[in-house]
């Protein structure tokens, strides 16, 4: 069976300082992959999403940038934090279905406060 | 940007009621998705209905789809107070991406 690991549960960051959030998926190969921000009480917003290695879509012009080193890793990065990006943090995956999404398998997210 | 616009934004119901809820999109789509997420936790899929199809069924849930409206309902019965969460609808206009709805949060009370 798959399952989707992210860490850390909660992050408490500085304005300015470096972030580095992490996705990894076991039991399966070649997924879609997914990160979405969620702000409090409200939808999800896609972030990124990467249909292989090294390939990252943008959705969002921001502060932040998507990596996909290895087939089954995604990491979400900046450089320097500011207020606006803090919020609730979430990786998925997907099987790639031709012509369609598939339904999208959810990590537990990551609670981001930037003070 | 937001495809999808659930309605209402809030609803409390006690136990043994239905619950519906609504998802109005912009586009054409694919398929529709309704996940649930429960406070602080992440998104668990519920059931997922495709552009050619009219209605869906997994338990006490029950989806319908009108592609010429573009709308979805999402109808949950005899609801339980484990069924408190919030409900997104969730549609794939571009295949790969999907966009995500704004949530029905539901109370049920015991």
């Known amino acids: 069976s798959q399952t989707i690991h992210q860490w850390p549960a909660t992050l408490v960051q500085p304005v300015g300082s470096p972030l580095s959030l992490e996705c990894t998926v076991e039991?399966?190969?070649?997924?879609?992959l997914y990160w979405y921000r969620q702000a409090a009480g409200r939808g999800l917003q896609l972030l990124f999403y990467?249909?292989?290695?090294?390939?990252i879509s943008s959705e969002v012009p921001q502060n932040l940038s998507a990596s996909r080193p290895q087939d089954r890793q995604f990491i979400l990065s900046s450089k320097k934090l500011l207020l606006s990006d803090s919020g609730f943090y979430l990786c998925?995956?997907?099987?790639?279905?031709?012509?369609?999404?598939?339904?999208?398998?959810f990590g537990s997210g990551t609670q981001l406060s930037v003070l | 940007s937001q495809q999808g616009e659930e309605d209402p934004q809030a609803l409390s119901i006690q136990e043994g009621e239905n619950a519906t809820m609504n998802c109005s999109y912009k586009?054409?789509?694919?398929?529709l998705q309704w996940y649930r997420q429960n406070s602080g936790r992440g998104l668990v899929h519920l059931i997922l209905?495709?552009?050619?199809?009219r209605e869906k069924h997994s338990g006490r849930l029950r989806v319908t789809l009108d592609t010429s409206k573009k709308s979805s309902s999402l109808l949950i019965t005899a609801s339980r107070a484990a069924d408190t969460a919030s409900y997104f609808c969730?549609?794939?206009?571009?295949?790969?991406?999907?966009?995500f709805g704004t949530g029905t949060r539901l109370q049920v009370f015991p």
């Open positions: 998925a995956w997907s099987f790639k279905r031709g012509g369609f999404t598939e339904k999208l398998f």
């Open positions: 039991g399966t190969s070649n997924p879609n």
């Open positions: 990467s249909v292989g290695i090294g390939q």
């Open positions: 586009t054409s789509i694919n398929n």
């Open positions: 209905i495709r552009s050619n199809e």
């Open positions: 969730a549609t794939d206009a571009t295949t790969d991406k999907l966009i």
